[in-house]
T-cell receptor, first 117, second 116 residues
Framework: DAGVIQSPRHEVTEMGQEVTLRCKPI?????LFWYRQTMMRGLELLIY????????DSGMPEDRFSAKMPNASFSTLKIQPSEPRDSAVYFC???????????????FGSGTRLTVV | AQKVTQAQTEISVVEKEDVTLDCVYE???????LFWYKQPPSGELVFLIR??????QNEISGRYSWNFQKSTSSFNFTITASQVVDSAVYFC?????????????FGSGTRLQVQP
């Protein structure tokens, strides 16, 4: 099992540019989460999906942020236009719904460190 | 609404000392899960433990142990005989199972520095 795969690992972009972060969840997991980590706000949930459907996007900062999950094996988080305050580490995580001890486990990707200059 | 509080922002100990990281949580749900994650300097989030609200047994794994007390809404983490490799940021997190909201709510983290 390759785990949750995020790309790119690092992204440096100029203010105003569009940024797309990518995530491949663990095969068979039916929940996918996007988190953002900053010094000021810690780890905060942006959005999560269940079976490719967005369930809670209340953490998405503003309209500049959008997330999609076109299929069970791929999700994107897009920022357009990007701003310096978007600089953070963005984590993707996936989880399995099945009952018993296999449920409620969350596997995180390695994160994407975004720097907007 | 759920909330996780880690009041200790940073702890510094000398190698071989024992250290306890505190975690206090708030939830109205009767079914929930508590987690601890480790974030080493390399940045990844490493899963350490999951405990459900119906299992108050303490757990020990090597030098790590966890004390879950529903009466005080606490889920504390103790490292015995700390080592330099334990230096990291540790996060406590909560997931409410009863409400169906599957997202993890994290505490603000405790940075542990173990000096040689």
């Amino acid at each position: 099992d390759a785990g949750v795969i995020q790309s790119p690992r690092h992204e440096v972009t100029e203010m105003g540019q569009e940024v797309t972060l990518r995530c491949k969840p663990i095969s068979g997991h039916d929940y996918l989460f996007w988190y953002r980590q900053t010094m000021m706000r810690g780890l905060e949930l942006l959005i999560y999906f269940n079976n490719n459907v967005p369930i809670d996007d209340s953490g998405m900062p503003e309209d500049r942020f959008s997330a999609k999950m076109p299929n069970a094996s791929f999700s994107t988080l897009k920022i357009q236009p990007s701003e310096p305050r978007d600089s953070a580490v963005y984590f993707c995580a996936s989880s399995l719904k099945a009952g018993g001890q296999r449920s409620y486990g969350y596997t995180f990707g390695s994160g994407t460190r975004l720097t907007v200059v | 609404a759920q909330k996780v509080t880690q009041a200790q922002t940073e702890i510094s100990v000398v190698e071989k000392e024992d250290v306890t990281l505190d975690c206090v949580y708030e939830t109205r749900d009767t079914t929930y899960y508590l987690f601890w994650y480790k974030q080493p300097p390399s940045g990844e989030l490493v899963f350490l433990i999951r405990r459900n609200s119906f299992d108050e047994q303490n757990e020990i794994s090597g030098r790590y142990s966890w004390n879950f007390q529903k009466s005080t809404s606490s889920f504390n983490f103790t490292i015995t005989a700390s080592q330099v490799v334990d230096s990291a940021v540790y996060f406590c997190a909560l997931s409410e199972a009863g409400t169906g909201r599957r997202a993890l709510t994290f505490g603000s983290g405790t940075r542990l520095q173990v000096q040689p």
